[in-house]
């Protein structure tokens, strides 16, 4: 997003952020994120919502990854008044989508996210410390899959 000048905000990234600052919506949101369970649309709207009205989304515009996913969470942004201009979908099968997620590593130094065919961590010390988040794990990743 850089390229763009805009800022690129993954709902992803902020409900683990919470979850690992451990505010109480993190606490909340941890719940769901460990069963493999969608965090329920008001969560997301309202963290969502408030990263967009910080200084930086309003002053350059923001990019949306994985928000919105359900005509509830659309419905949000058209109420708050946030104009989209574009619209970027990308399909994939099941177990692509599996594989995808379920390869990633965290190193939980450094926040880096990495990726064991596409991005590997660095050998050594970094990959013997990085780790598989809990709602990266198959089963989790199915479960969300056919919710």
Do not use: W
């Not at 850089?2 to 600052?21: E, F, W």
């Not at 200084?55 to 708050?80: E, K, M, N, Y």
């Not at 926040?111 to 794990?137: K, Q, W």
């Amino acid at each position: 997003m850089q390229a763009y000048g805009v800022v690129h905000i993954s709902t992803g990234d902020l409900l683990r952020r919470h979850v690992k600052d451990a505010t109480p919506l993190g606490l909340e949101i941890k719940q769901y994120l460990d069963t493999g369970r969608l965090v329920p649309d008001p969560l997301v709207i309202r963290l969502t919502l408030d990263r967009l009205s910080e200084h930086d989304c309003v002053a350059r515009g923001f990019c949306l990854d994985g928000f919105p996913r359900t005509p509830t969470q659309a419905q949000s942004l058209i109420d708050a008044g946030l104009q989209v201009t574009r619209f970027l979908v990308i399909t994939a099968d099941n177990e692509s989508l599996v594989a995808r997620v379920a390869g990633r590593r965290f190193d939980p130094k450094t926040g880096a996210t990495y990726h064991i065919v596409h991005n590997p961590p660095p050998a050594g010390l970094v990959a013997s410390r990085c780790v598989i988040r809990s709602d990266d794990r198959p089963e989790v990743v199915r479960a969300r899959l056919a919710t």
